[in-house]
């Protein structure tokens, strides 16, 4: 770190001690990091709480906030939870209470709230004065036992009461409710699932320990969020997330139509992906639908009450209801991904990514601790009440003796200890034991409840000394829990159904991202690119800048793709709609497209698949490329042929018929079948014509029985059929013959 530099001295140099600054900072950063990792953003894997949700449930059950008691206002809870347990702000602890409380956040709510806890649409919560609570089932599960020594106690933060490390957890809550937090280099992202298939998976995970990631799938398909919707993730990838405890679901809204007859209907909406705001919902689609983004879409409504119901009008009865909801699904969050990432404290100590089965079995084993734990405090209250009713029962076969030494003895303890050999705590029961205990009666409720607690002393004993026994007492209060929350019941049916996206064309939905409108495409010949509203038929009105001219121009529509094909063998690819508007003369090309300096556009015209190109250089190299091959889905553009300067793509002309006509700039044709040119996606091409000097001048694709047809520079048209044609008929790659007579001066086939 260098030279330490020592403050000026001054009056009180006592204390001043030199620290190096590189090690002071990463000391305290890394004690910030740690406490932020546990005590903040991590849940711990046994009972799926982070500590201020643990903190806020202990607290209430403290207060005595049982599911069969009254509300409390959420104002005392929270101050009891700040003062006793969580030395933090009021407004974060509440906004942790009122999420425990909201039916759209948590799968199992742990608080029961009365009031208004904000609601779907982002509203905030009432202010914790206005609001009450108390606990529900689920929490009183994760609670069950805390009073029996299940589980270790530390103390709070003063030091002036004590706090559970973690809760005894009866319930499944760490993938029951999911959990999600940032903490300092790690995040945690757990989606919520079904109770009912967590039990079933713990349940066949007791039976065979070693179960694989893919067998618990069978139990438990996915996730199930509280606000419902469809997941359309492959089986494939769910096991791979949940077997590497990274990796996401994709999750869409749930749909339907709605006939409103005479062939019109409109779309409802009734279940929005989890975590998604329904106001930011539609007011981004309202955005979009003024940026005229959903050309398909005329308008949405939201007539939501408790319930759900965003409704979407078609522009027509004609739109196809799936390509609109795909479109949407592309462009909105109707369709959102929630990442898996399950990295939680493991033992509550370790922070790590944990596979599904890892998960359950943690919180099986912490199950199984808390068993052991709460028999052997029962065990211990059993032998301490037993010490007692056996010293009870000694005095009652000995009770007139008892009495006389209490009646005489000024220390009547040592005498009892002596006589009849007593413990102290069972001689301080006998000299503490009523007068109305004397009757005959209670002395056969001692002997019966002695022999009960006998009874009961075995078998937790045999419990103890058991695995199996253990285990399946834990498999018991697993099925009583699965009992309670099973899928028959309203709150334990599924919520999130399975489906597989529809098959839906790309193109189809691409179009329908995008309003159709005609457009003329103009490209100049130093490369100026520009669309002009509506179909122009006249091009001598266009106006370029000076020493610039027309190269090409033709109509397209907005939904169109625009295939650009330069001289050095490479395509580019633009969407109509994203091309400058007709003002002014647009903008360079170089600009939208990774186009070197030394190449100039050889043409441009509208995409379509289903053609194919024979595409020709200088030298009169050529070769067949289906048009889909030229289509580019980047800046940087395709290379489809190869050509190395002075040589260049000279020629572009679509495939018709059976035969190519091929011109040297010797005024030589040659005419071939088209069978001859190979057919490619990228290549150098095949020489089409073979010449001593120059190169190619025109070439043209053609049906054999309709004859070869050329324009002179007169505009007549002249027509050779096959006879006529006989003398330039040969293969590939020969000379050919003179042109015939009337052929044009300039050597192309158009005059």
């Given at each position: 770190m260098g030279q330490e530099i020592l403050p000026p001295s001054g009056g009180d140099d006592d204390n001043i001690q030199p620290v190096d600054l590189k090690a002071a900072l990463e000391q305290r950063y890394l004690a910030y990091a740690l406490s932020t990792i546990m005590h903040r953003a991590l849940p711990d894997v046994r009972d799926g709480l982070k500590p201020v949700h643990r903190r806020i449930v202990y607290a209430m059950n403290e207060m005595g906030l049982r599911p069969t008691s009254a509300f409390r206002k959420c104002a005392k809870i929270v101050g009891e939870v700040m003062g006793n347990y969580h030395p933090h702000g009021d407004q974060s602890i509440y906004d942790a209470l009122a999420r425990l409380a909201q039916d759209f956040s948590q799968r199992y709510t742990l608080v029961n709230?009365?009031?208004?806890?904000?609601?779907?649409?982002?509203?905030?919560?009432?202010?914790?004065?206005?609001?009450?609570?108390?606990?529900?089932?689920?929490?009183?599960?994760?609670?069950?036992?805390?009073d029996q020594d299940a589980v270790d106690f530390r103390d709070t933060y003063d030091e002036s009461n004590s706090e559970p490390v973690v809760l005894p957890?009866?319930?499944?809550?760490?993938?029951?409710?999911?959990?999600?937090?940032?903490?300092?280099?790690?995040?945690?992202?757990?989606?919520?699932?079904?109770?009912?298939?967590?039990?079933?998976?713990?349940?066949?995970?007791?039976?065979?320990?070693?179960?694989?990631?893919?067998?618990?799938?069978?139990?438990?398909?996915?996730?199930?969020?509280?606000?419902?919707?469809?997941?359309?993730?492959?089986?494939?990838?769910?096991?791979?997330?949940?077997?590497?405890?990274?990796?996401?679901?994709?999750?869409?809204?749930?749909?339907?139509?709605?006939?409103?007859?005479?062939?019109?209907?409109?779309?409802?909406?009734?279940?929005?992906?989890?975590?998604?705001?329904k106001s930011r919902l539609i007011e981004k689609i309202a955005e979009l639908l003024i940026a005229r983004k959903l050309p398909l879409l005329e308008d949405i409504r939201d007539e939501s009450a408790e319930d759900i119901r965003v409704v979407l009008v078609p522009k027509s009865r004609s739109v196809d209801p799936t390509i609109l909801m795909e479109s949407m699904f592309k462009l909105t969050e109707l369709e959102s991904r929630f990442p898996l990432n399950m990295n939680v404290l493991s033992m509550g100590r370790i922070p790590r990514v944990m596979a599904l089965n890892e998960v359950l079995k943690e919180w099986l084993?912490?199950?199984?601790?808390?068993?052991?734990?709460?028999?052997?405090?029962?065990?211990?209250?059993?032998?301490?009440?037993?010490?007692?009713?056996?010293?009870?029962?000694?005095?009652?076969?000995?009770?007139?003796?008892v009495i006389r030494i209490i009646r005489e003895e000024d220390e009547p303890k040592p005498v009892m200890v002596a006589r009849w050999d007593l413990t102290d705590n069972q001689v301080e029961a006998i000299l503490n034991m009523r007068l109305r205990s004397l009757r005959k009666l209670e002395e056969f409720e001692i002997r019966k409840e002695f022999d009960e607690l006998t009874k009961e002393k075995g078998e937790i004993e045999a419990l103890l000394a058991s695995d199996d026994k253990q285990w399946?007492?834990?498999?018991?209060?697993?099925?009583?829990?699965?009992?309670?929350?099973?899928?028959?019941?309203?709150?334990?049916?599924?919520?999130?159904?399975?489906?597989?996206?529809?098959?839906?064309?790309?193109?189809?939905?691409?179009?329908?991202?995008?309003?159709?409108?005609?457009?003329?495409?103009?490209?100049?010949?130093?490369?100026?690119?520009?669309?002009?509203?509506?179909?122009?038929?006249?091009?001598?009105?266009?106006?370029?800048?000076?020493?610039?001219g027309l190269k090409v121009a033709f109509p397209a529509q907005t939904t169109d793709k625009i295939l650009i094909v330069t001289t050095?063998?490479?395509?580019?690819?633009?969407?109509?709609?994203?091309?400058?508007?007709?003002?002014?003369?647009?903008?360079?090309?170089?600009?939208?497209?990774?186009?070197?300096?030394?190449?100039?556009?050889?043409?441009?015209?509208?995409?379509?698949?289903?053609?194919?190109?024979?595409?020709?250089?200088?030298?009169?190299?050529?070769?067949?490329?289906?048009?889909?091959?030229?289509?580019?889905?980047?800046?940087?553009?395709?290379?489809?042929?190869?050509?190395?300067?002075?040589?260049?793509?000279?020629?572009?002309?679509?495939?018709?018929?059976?035969?190519?006509?091929?011109?040297?700039?010797?005024?030589?044709?040659?005419?071939?079948?088209?069978?001859?040119?190979?057919?490619?996606?990228?290549?150098?091409?095949?020489?089409?014509?073979?010449?001593?000097?120059?190169?190619?001048s025109d070439v043209r694709c053609f049906a054999i029985a309709d004859g070869l047809v050329w324009e002179d520079s007169a505009g007549r048209t002249f027509t050779k059929n096959k006879d006529e044609l006989a003398e330039w008929l040969a293969d590939r790659a020969t000379a050919g013959r003179t042109v015939p007579k009337g052929f044009p001066r300039s050597g192309k086939f158009a005059g």
């Open positions: 709230g009365q009031g208004n806890f904000g609601n779907i649409d982002g509203d905030s919560p009432a202010a914790m004065r206005y609001t009450e609570s108390k606990m529900t089932a689920v929490s009183e599960l994760l609670l069950e036992g805390i957890g009866a319930f499944p809550n760490l993938l029951a409710n999911g959990s999600s937090g940032i903490a300092v280099g790690m995040a945690t992202s757990i989606p919520s699932h079904n109770a009912h298939e967590l039990c079933d998976a713990a349940l066949h995970l007791i039976k065979h320990p070693d179960a694989t990631v893919e067998k618990l799938i069978e139990f438990i398909p996915g996730p199930d969020f509280p606000t419902g919707g469809i997941i359309i993730d492959s089986r494939e990838s769910i096991i791979e997330s949940y077997r590497t405890g990274r990796g996401g679901f994709r999750v869409r809204a749930k749909w339907q139509t709605e006939d409103l007859g005479r062939g019109g209907y409109q779309i409802v909406i009734t279940e929005i992906p989890f975590q998604v705001q084993d912490h199950r199984r601790e808390v068993l052991q734990r709460r028999s052997r405090f029962r065990l211990a209250a059993i032998e301490k009440r037993l010490e007692i009713l056996g010293g009870l029962l000694i005095a009652y076969l000995n009770i007139d003796e399946q007492t834990v498999a018991w209060e697993i099925g009583e829990v699965k009992k309670k929350f099973a899928k028959a019941t309203e709150v334990g049916r599924r919520r999130t159904q399975f489906a597989d996206a529809p098959e839906a064309d790309e193109e189809a939905i691409q179009q329908a991202m995008i309003e159709k409108e005609p457009i003329t495409v103009v490209i100049s010949e130093k490369g100026w690119i520009r669309a002009l509203k509506g179909h122009i038929a006249d091009t001598a009105t266009l106006t370029f800048k000076e020493g610039d050095g063998g490479k395509a580019f690819t633009l969407g109509g709609d994203k091309l400058p508007g007709g003002r002014g003369h647009g903008e360079p090309l170089r600009i939208m497209v990774d186009m070197d300096n030394d190449q100039a556009v050889l043409t441009a015209f509208v995409h379509d698949p289903s053609r194919k190109q024979l595409i020709v250089s200088t030298a009169g190299n050529g070769f067949v490329v289906p048009e889909a091959e030229l289509v580019a889905n980047t800046r940087k553009g395709k290379q489809i042929m190869n050509v190395a300067l002075p040589e260049e793509t000279q020629l572009l002309v679509p495939v018709t018929g059976d035969h190519v006509a091929v011109v040297g700039e010797n005024r030589k044709l040659l005419v071939f079948p088209l069978v001859q040119v190979p057919e490619m996606s990228r290549g150098k091409g095949v020489r089409l014509q073979r010449y001593k000097d120059g190169g190619i």
